[in-house]
Each structure stands twice: as C-alpha cells, then as structure tokens.
T-cell receptor, first 112, second 111 residues
C-alpha cells in the first residue's frame, strides 16, 4: 500500500479564517513533505519533516504553520491567507529524506 | 541554466503511438530518477523510478537513464487516451535534499 491520504479534498476560506489541512500515511515512512502547486507548474516544496522534526522550511510565510504530531500524521495550519495562496496543496512521504516520494491527491484551496 | 529541463509541450499524439518524454539535468550527483503522472486537479502519481543508470520496464512504460549524457527518458508504447496527463520528471541526491522537478510535459493522446 503506497497511499497518502489528504483531507479535505476541497477547502474554501476567507482571509480571516483559520483552517487546517491534514495528511496521513501508514507506510512507516519517516519523512513527510508539504508542497504547493499552482496551475501548469510543478510542485514547490514548502516544508520537510524528518523523524517528526522540521528539517527544511523553504522561506514560507508564517501564515502557514506545519505540525507533525506523530510519524504518521502531518498538518498544515492556515491563518490569514491571501487570495494568491489559492492552489493545490500536496502532501508526500518517503522512507527517508532523499528517497522516492509518494504523493497524496491534494487539497484544492481557494482563498476568497 | 535550470537544474532540470523538460519541454512543457503540449504534445499531441494519435492513439497507439509510441511517446517519448525527456528531461536533461545539470547536476551529475543526482542518483534517484522518477517519473510522475498527474491528471488534472489530482496529485502526482509515481509511475516509475530508477536508481543510477539503466533501463526499467513496467508494462507499456520504459524508463531510461543515461548518466553520461545527463538525460532521462520515459517511453509509452501503444499510447491510450487514458495516458493523457502531465508527466513530471523528478530527481534527487541521497540524504536530506529535496526533489528537483522538471516543468512537466502535457500529453494528449487522441482517439
């Protein structure tokens, strides 16, 4: 099973809302990732967690706050987003950082 | 020069054609090479991966890596309309380094 599950599939939020995206994997992977993808562009890395510790933050604005409660779960907390943050948010996992990554189906976020 | 170059297309072929998708790269230290297929509004799906040089075949798909030329390819035989998607190449060093993606090639297979 190479499944990475993301919820919700779609999310619409206002600029003053607080929401969270969730990601879960049960493959025993120790690295988990958040990516942002705009239309017709490749995924852009946001954060990397390795053994539940943040190892890479690609200069992402503080209105995006990641959290890794345990080795199977990854959250992305959203607050005071801007319309330009509307995108497909992808979670991925790999056995270790630098290994083959498996992606979830994504959360399509619209900020109004 | 970008680390990974991939022609964005679009590429349009008739059903049954052989499709060749390619990426070139500049960093000779890359070790893992992956191809992802992404349907519209969906997450990337891992199609194939290879470690270092060589060929790998899976059904209608063949992945090739030529490290001497810094060139990777994905061949799709007997292409089907269901193969219509964006194909992303990606590669990585070992260790705590992120994936580097190509821009993706949009493929349309016409029935």
């Amino acid at each position: 099973d190479t499944e990475v599950t993301q919820t919700p599939k779609h999310l619409v939020m206002g600029m003053t809302n607080k929401k969270s995206l969730k990601c879960e994997q049960h493959m025993g992977h120790r690295a988990m990732y958040w990516y942002k993808q705009k239309a017709k562009k490749p995924p852009e890395l946001m954060f990397v967690y390795s053994y539940e510790k943040l190892s890479i933050n690609e200069s992402v604005p503080s209105r995006f706050s990641p959290e890794c409660p345990n080795s199977s779960l990854l959250n992305l907390h959203l607050h005071a987003l801007q319309p330009e943050d509307s995108a497909l948010y992808l979670c991925a996992s790999s056995m270790l950082t630098g290994d083959i990554q498996y992606f979830g189906a994504g959360t399509r976020l619209s900020v109004l | 020069q970008k680390e990974v170059e991939q022609d964005p297309g679009p590429l349009s072929v008739p059903e049954g054609a052989i499709v060749s998708l390619n990426c070139t790269y500049s960093n000779s230290a890359f070790q893992y090479f992956m191809w992802y297929r992404q349907y519209s509004r969906k997450g990337p799906e891992l199609l194939m991966y290879t470690y270092s040089s060589g060929n790998k075949e899976d059904g209608r798909f063949t992945a090739q890596v030529d490290k001497s030329s810094k060139y990777i390819s994905l061949f799709i035989r007997d292409s089907q309309p269901s193969d219509s998607a964006t194909y992303l190449c990606a590669m990585t060093l070992s260790g705590n380094t992120p994936l580097v993606f190509g821009k993706g090639t949009r493929l349309s297979v016409i029935a």
